[in-house]
């Protein structure tokens, strides 16, 4: 049951990690820093809602239930960097989102003073990590401190959702969508105030609903911290993710042609096991074109003309026609301007020519020029950098080239 506390706040941090690493330049930023900063307190208050985390505060402090304004406090400032977060996202006159921002801060900041307050005023010497809201829902002070941090709580998960909703039919995009997981969390968070309320309701009426304090409500306001959480990133992070995860589907494409030239060049920069997938693909791509630029005094155009001849005989021994390109990857689109990209005997021939190519700057500077010096066109244009390094990677004629140039290396020595 514990997991349920810190599964998403392990997924909070770690994407606040994220956020923060992309954010380069942008400290300066208010809503870059203000939803970074929500991503970490929502972190938190997860993690210290734990009941395992729950009794290790408390013996730390030596005070029984101490994380109980803990807690309440973190949940009341993680509802008011909400607003506050969506009053700036809205945007608006400057003065009237300063206003409204401050009176925010005001009104929360006397509610944390008020949950604190109260705990001291109340008699809780009985540690409860699990069931608090229960077991002293009639206790003096406690009990009031309880329905301050919960109706706090209702009022900025009904603004949050009038602003959602209201703001939901203006916008489109990535803003529409962060709007929408905003408000699945919304529904997800009314629901677990919704079960507390009737917890502490059948106590004062003398009956034993606690299940719905520490069995339901848990799990519901997990989900939609995360849920509201990933709605405010989304915007934001959405676009950073998304050229991430295109640039590491790229760079695990090219990984054939990188290994076949990463030793020509001394890289630009050493890379580390926490670079990001765009940084890796930049330092990769200024290998790949070091090494292609060391190999291409041997370039030899016999070689590009004997391969794309020996893969469209193979096509028509087939019954495949030469001219038609093979499967392209997604990461390989067809160019701008509507221009036609080389058939695949091309790009075949082009890395057979490269693989040669780089056996025979293996071979040292006693190697022989060719007589006719070809050009590599494919490393060009992003999508046929691609398609040449599967070629590198798959393609019998290319393989059977480097054996060819590797041998007349051995004939050679």
Not at 223 to 237: D, K
Not at 379 to 390: C, D, S, T, Y
Request: net charge positive; glycine share 6%; proline share 7%.
């Amino acid at each position: 049951m514990d997991v349920v506390f810190y599964i998403p706040g392990v997924i909070l941090l770690v994407t606040a990690v994220f956020k923060l690493s992309s954010m380069g330049g942008s400290w300066r930023d208010p809503l870059m820093v203000s939803s970074s900063a929500v991503l970490v307190v929502g972190a938190c208050v997860c993690i210290l809602s734990a009941p395992p985390t729950i009794s290790v505060v408390n013996k730390l402090v030596g005070i029984a239930n101490f994380s109980a304004p803990l807690v309440y406090s973190g949940m009341s400032a993680l509802s008011a960097s909400y607003l506050v977060l969506m009053i700036a996202w809205r945007g608006g006159e400057p003065g009237r989102v300063a206003h409204a921002s401050r009176l925010v801060v005001y009104v929360y900041g006397l509610v944390i003073i008020g949950i604190v307050v109260l705990f001291a005023l109340a008699d809780v010497p009985v540690e409860r990590t699990r069931d608090l809201d229960t077991y002293y829902a009639t206790t003096p002070y406690m009990r009031e401190m309880i329905l301050l941090y919960l109706i706090s709580h209702t009022a900025a998960t009904a603004a949050l959702a009038g602003m959602c909703l209201g703001w939901l039919r203006k916008v489109r995009d990535l803003t529409r969508q962060g709007l929408t997981l905003i408000a699945v969390g919304v529904l997800f968070d009314l629901s677990y105030q919704f079960a507390k309320y009737l917890a502490i309701g059948a106590r004062w009426s003398g009956r034993d609903w606690d299940f719905l304090s520490t069995s339901v409500s848990p799990p519901l306001v997990a989900v939609a911290g995360v849920t509201v959480a990933a709605g405010f990133a989304l915007p934001r992070v959405g676009p950073s993710v998304a050229d991430n995860l295109r640039a590491w589907r790229r760079y695990r494409l090219l990984r054939p042609l990188w290994l076949e030239m990463r030793d020509l060049r001394t890289p630009v920069a050493d890379t580390h096991w926490w670079d990001l997938p765009v940084v890796r693909l930049v330092q990769q791509e200024i290998t790949i074109l070091d090494g292609v630029l060391v190999c291409s005094p041997h370039f030899d155009d016999e070689v590009r003309r004997a391969a794309r001849s020996a893969v469209r005989e193979e096509a028509v021994r087939s019954a495949a026609p030469a001219t038609v390109p093979a499967p392209v990857p997604a990461a390989a689109s067809r160019p701008p301007g509507g221009r036609t990209p080389p058939d695949h005997a091309e790009i075949v021939a082009e890395a057979a020519m490269l693989a040669a190519a780089r056996a025979r700057v293996a071979a040292g500077p006693d190697a022989d020029l060719p007589a006719e010096p070809g050009r590599l066109r494919s490393v060009a244009q992003p999508h046929l950098m691609v398609e040449l390094a599967q070629a590198l990677a798959s393609s019998p004629v290319v393989a059977e080239a480097r054996q060819r140039a590797t041998r007349q290396k051995v004939r050679h020595d």
